[in-house]
């Protein structure tokens, strides 16, 4: 027992307490659990008489784009996103944020431009049926023509011509009954409580060092589900799965801080590791991701993954870690690591138009939103 306490003694002499790591050893490490998410998606709006609509988003002025009928349109014309996401566990289990997985749209402004439309729609209608009454009208006042009384007292009927007449008519009426019908419908759907707004995504994952050419290469090959995603608004926080369930052998699983993985034995038994140091002003943080997704990370030798770095700039409060650590569109859902490699943050959002001050998510809410 005496001579386990001396080598352990002489271990921690050569060793010290902290197990730090340089950029390089973080981004080898790292890199193979942090993956590209691509999102293809449109919006399906359900109506109270339980038929649905398809629209493909809101314009600048919060108008409906790609109204549809046909859901095969819609997939035609379908949005496409991409983001970061990494590995959690062995299960194929991914985290990213809600945003990437499941894109929100303001149900509100897309419900009003709903209900602008089908106005808009039945004053058509009106005007239409007002038309085909009109032209009914002027048929009806044709027959008068169609007979005459000759010389002699005798009726003639012209036949032929009255037909056409009512063949026109029986025509124009069933015009005007369809589109009484569709004005009576719109009447029943335009309740903006009663319409129903819902992603419909399809997502897929490449891996850091693989080459991709099509959207293919993510939704047929590494085809993804969503989860979870977290019901809080101010918790941008999401989780995919690949189909298969299986995380791919040799890829990075990140933990958070206190949960091992990214020490060995003897940093959990000396507090080497981080777990127990609080997150300092001025400590130096890492996001792996893709910056401006498929841009910078396609390249001649497949699409490369992005290491960058900063320091925290603002203490998390609970809601949200601030870091210099420049991003790009793409990043979101990136994991910001510390000098032991612990996930403290998941990337979500910058502070407006500056590259320089970005949010994360902090490991608190992280925990939070796993137990849930």
Known sequence: MR????????????????????????????????????????????????????????????????????????????????GTAFFIDDKGTLMTNRHVAAPAIDAVTARRSMINIMKAMKLYF???????????????????????????????????????????????????????????????NIDPEGIKIQAVCELGIAYNDTYVTTDKDFIDKNPCVVTRTSDKEDVDLALIQLKNKK???????????????????????????GADEPLKIDQQLYMIGYNAGLVLANTKQGIKVQMTSGKITQLPDGQRLLYSI???????????????????????????????????????????????
């Open 3 to 82: 001579k386990i306490l001396i080598l352990l003694l002489a271990v921690i002499a050569m060793t010290g307490c902290d197990n730090k790591k340089s950029a390089e050893e973080l981004f080898k490490e790292t890199s193979s659990g942090v993956v590209v998410v691509l999102n293809e998606y449109y919006y399906e709006l359900k109506l109270p008489n339980g038929n649905s609509l398809y629209f493909t988003g809101l314009d600048e002025e919060g108008d409906i784009t790609g109204l549809t009928a046909e859901v095969n349109e819609a997939k035609a014309n379908r949005s496409m996103l991409t």
């Open 126 to 188: 009106a005007e239409a049926m007002s038309t085909l009454s009109d032209q009914f009208d002027v048929l009806e006042s044709q027959k008068s023509s169609c007979s005459y009384v000759d010389f002699y007292g005798y009726m003639h009927v012209d036949q032929e011509r009255l037909a056409e007449i009512n063949s026109q008519q029986t025509e124009l009426r069933r015009q005007y009954n369809l589109l009484s019908q569709s004005s009576d419908e719109i009447d029943s």
């Open 247 to 273: 995380t791919p052998e040799g890829a990075h699983i990140f933990k958070l801080r206190g949960e091992g993985g990214n020490g060995n034995f003897l940093d959990g038994l000396l507090g080497g590791n």
């Open 326 to 372: 420049p991003t790009l569109q793409g990043s979101s859902g990136s994991p910001v690591i510390d000098e032991y490699g612990n996930l403290v943050a998941v990337n979500f959002a910058k502070l407006g138009t500056t590259d320089n001050f970005n949010f994360g998510i902090p490991e608190e809410r992280i925990k939070e939103f796993l137990k849930r």
